[in-house]
């Protein structure tokens, strides 16, 4: 048996990691050792509230006995099989579970393994449907500013990141961007969905004018954007992007690898909102981060106008050899069995009111230009240091990791998405760590 090296003997120069300041890293780990409920534990020790749900996945809380159960059953019972025309019982129920609980009518269920795959997944499909229904022209991918839909090439090509494409230098050709509905000047502190700014969903007209609607297969949004901090949609304005791409025949993707699962208080942002969008990427709280898994959920009229032509021909030349991967299926099974036993994937909407009341009491302290929450997604922006963006919301974040909070840093904004088993008192101490830290940090 391997025995692992003490921390302190760790070599830290092989693990080069993702999305991470590697050098400033290493010179200053910080580094968790085990996890339960809503804590992490570092490997000195120390007690971190886990603010973020790991990253925005681990919705049921850490430690869950119930999963760990049903991943080792699985893996001694049935460890890997194919899904390329090979089937196991546990990816159809899976499936049949998750189309019980998809907002109304998306109910055929594709499987990825993460939140990158289910959006190059959509993608595809749109553009496969596209062509099917007699629309081969259509093949542009519309995104949006400050989107984030993962780092494959068409996620990144359709997200609206700058810092994700600039080293690579190239996307998808005949790939266009919506203007991004961030407006401190009108909507700082709101406490409810931003008033300002359903028009700005007017700006796929523009596109339309631009480009002409029979060359655009898709738009692709995230309901709230989450990687670049918690940007809700002004009130009304998913619902005039729906309006807009009905009238254009242009699908309407919905990213939901964030706020699937309960974030919002709702199943899935299709239910906050009340809009449903033609399909849906999910990934992250499948499996309550335990298991890399996605799923892309769509409607029955995309997947029935792809189940054409000779019965014997296949008809989606895509997937992975880890869709439906069986100890994924039942990592998310048990999921699925926890949030509804508890009621997580509504309980959102119970403490959705404490946890904004909570967060706004930081209005007033030095730097703080937003406050917003939606559901249990929050974000507290801090202005800029001058020519160093980043480096206050870095600081911040260093900080209260010493004083035991965890959370996802965004530029100069921080964004908290706790464990939705996450109670009042934990609200009160994430609060008061931040309130403290914001206070130290200038
Ligand atoms: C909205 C959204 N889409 C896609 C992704 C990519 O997911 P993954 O990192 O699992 O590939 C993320 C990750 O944070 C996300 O927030």
Known sequence: MTVHQKPNTLQLDSFWMPFTANRQFKAAPRMFASAEGMHYTTVDGRK?????????????GHGRRQI???????????????????????????????AAIAPQ??????????????AD??????????????QPTRTRLIGRERGYHGVGFGGMSV??????????????????????????????????????????????????????????????????????????????????LRQLCDKHGILLIFDEVITGFGRLGTPFAA????????????????????????????????????????????????????????????????????YEDEGLLTRGASLAGYWSDTFHQLKGLPNVIDIRTVGLMGAVELSPRKDAPGA???DLMVDCFNRGLYFRQSGDAVALSPPLIVERSHIDEMVSILGDAIKRVA
């Open 48 to 60: 971190v509230i886990d603010g973020s749900a790991g990253l925005w996945c681990v919705n049921a």
């Open 68 to 98: 760990a159960a049903a991943v080792e059953r699985q893996l001694m019972s049935l460890d890997f099989a194919p899904s390329f025309q090979m089937g196991h019982p546990i990816a159809f129920d899976f499936a049949e579970r998750l």
């Open 105 to 118: 009518g998306l109910d055929r269920v594709f499987f990825t393994n993460s939140g990158s795959e289910s």
């Open 121 to 134: 997944t959509a993608l595809k499909i749109a553009l496969a449907y596209q062509r099917a229904a007699g």
């Open 159 to 240: 997200g609206g990141i700058v810092n994700n494409r600039r080293a690579f230098a190239t996307h998808l050709p005949g790939v266009d961007h919506i203007v991004h509905t961030h407006d401190l000047a009108r909507n700082a502190f709101s406490k409810q969905l931003p008033p300002h700014g359903a028009e700005l969903a007017d700006d796929l007209e523009r596109l339309v004018a631009l480009h002409g609607a029979e060359t655009i297969a898709a738009v692709i949004v995230e309901p709230v954007a989450g990687s670049t901090g918690v940007l809700a949609p002004p009130q009304g304005y998913l619902q005039r």
């Open 271 to 338: 239910n906050y909102f009340g809009v449903t969008p033609d399909l849906m990427t999910t990934a992250k709280g499948i499996t309550n981060g335990t298991v890399p898994m996605g799923a892309v959920f769509a409607s029955r009229k995309i997947h029935d106008g792809l189940m054409t032509g000779p019965e014997s021909q296949i008809e989606l030349f895509h997937g992975y050899t880890y869709s439906a991967h069986p100890v994924a299926c039942a990592a998310g099974l048990a999921t699925l069995d926890i």
């Open 392 to 394: 206050r919301g870095y």
